[in-house]
């Protein structure tokens, strides 16, 4: 169920944004089935990232809720937009910023550009249960062999 899409006009004061998606729409959350909010975005918010942790831990708690983040690296300059942000950092450093977010929410980080993924939590967790199933596997031709050599 999608609630609420959230523009931060020009700016990323993502707090202000997420104060709005919880206290507006969350305000009577046994009416709400959601699970999680989605934050896509191009750049390290306004705010200070501890601060932004600190907070989406305390609401996600309180709304048995997550936030899941999408980070798309744009490849242009600060000011190419003619809006320079309150705050800058370097793509890496975003993601950085973001992960630990992520963390604070129990939610998931993704991070793609115009190259491609660079990161992403679902595709981690895929390639993990892909190589735990392959080891299960060649432990059971392990085993298959070694009966197959008693008989």
Same mark, same amino acid.
């Given at each position: 169920?999608?609630?609420?899409?959230?523009?931060?006009?020009?700016?990323?004061?993502?707090?202000?944004?997420?104060?709005?998606?919880?206290?507006?729409?969350?305000?009577?959350?046994?009416?709400?089935?959601?699970?999680?909010?989605?934050?896509?975005?191009?750049?390290?918010?306004?705010?200070?990232?501890?601060?932004?942790?600190?907070?989406?831990?305390?609401?996600?708690?309180?709304?048995?809720?997550?936030?899941?983040?999408?980070?798309?690296?744009?490849?242009? $300059?600060?000011?190419? @937009?003619? *809006?320079?942000?309150?705050?800058? =950092?370097?793509?890496?450093?975003?993601?950085? /910023? #973001?992960?630990?977010?992520?963390?604070?929410?129990?939610?998931?980080?993704?991070?793609?550009?115009?190259?491609?993924?660079?990161?992403? $939590?679902?595709?981690? @967790?895929? *390639?993990?249960?892909?190589?735990? =199933?392959?080891?299960?596997?060649?432990?059971? /031709? #392990?085993?298959?062999?070694?009966?197959?050599?008693?008989?």
């Amino acid at each position: 169920r999608w609630v609420l899409s959230l523009q931060c006009k020009g700016s990323r004061n993502f707090m202000s944004a997420l104060r709005r998606a919880v206290e507006v729409d969350f305000k009577d959350k046994e009416k709400h089935k959601s699970q999680g909010l989605y934050l896509l975005t191009t750049g390290i918010p306004d705010q200070e990232t501890h601060t932004i942790s600190a907070y989406v831990a305390e609401v996600c708690r309180g709304f048995d809720l997550q936030l899941h983040v999408c980070l798309f690296s744009v490849m242009k $300059d600060v000011g190419s @937009s003619g *809006v320079i942000p309150a705050r800058y =950092a370097n793509p890496a450093e975003t993601a950085s /910023a #973001f992960k630990e977010i992520v963390q604070a929410a129990s939610g998931r980080f993704h991070w793609f550009g115009e190259a491609g993924i660079f990161e992403s $939590d679902d595709i981690t @967790s895929i *390639v993990s249960e892909m190589e735990k =199933a392959k080891n299960y596997s060649q432990k059971c /031709a #392990f085993l298959v062999e070694s009966l197959k050599q008693r008989s």
